[in-house]
Nanobody, 122 residues
Framework: QVQLVESGGGLVQPGGSLRLSCAAS????????MGWYRQAPGKQRDLVAR????????DYADSVKGRFTISRDIAKNTVYLQMNSLKPEDTAVYYC???????????????WGQGTQVTVSS
């Protein structure tokens, strides 16, 4: 099986920074893309940022452009989200997501992590 485990969430003051990490483990042949999504109470789960392939191609939600940076360590099957200039509206559960090929057929399946809470408050 494949597991995605997030870490790095917590409580931070407005204007502060956090760095989230997500490590994929288990039966992994290849990972095509990894990304971050978030869900605030009463809202749907939305894309924050996603990185695809080895090209460094990344997509960001408009609300985080210029503040958040996604990066990957391919060898470690890990994705990071550097979050700067955090705002109260960034408060949410942040979920890691990945397209993973767990078998040599190289068909990709989508997996979710359990989520990590990010709270931005004074």
């Amino acid at each position: 099986q494949v597991q995605l485990v997030e870490s790095g969430g917590g409580l931070v003051q407005p204007g502060g920074s956090l760095r989230l990490s997500c490590a994929a483990s288990g039966s992994i042949v290849s990972i095509n893309s990894m990304g971050w999504y978030r869900q605030a109470p009463g809202k749907q789960r939305d894309l924050v940022a996603r990185s695809t392939g080895d090209s460094g191609s990344a997509d960001y939600a408009d609300s985080v452009k210029g503040r958040f940076t996604i990066s990957r360590d391919i060898a470690k099957n890990t994705v990071y989200l550097q979050m700067n200039s955090l705002k109260p509206e960034d408060t949410a559960v942040y979920y890691c997501n990945a397209d993973v090929a767990p078998r040599i057929t190289l068909r990709y399946y989508n997996y979710w992590g359990q989520g990590t809470q990010v709270t931005v408050s004074s």
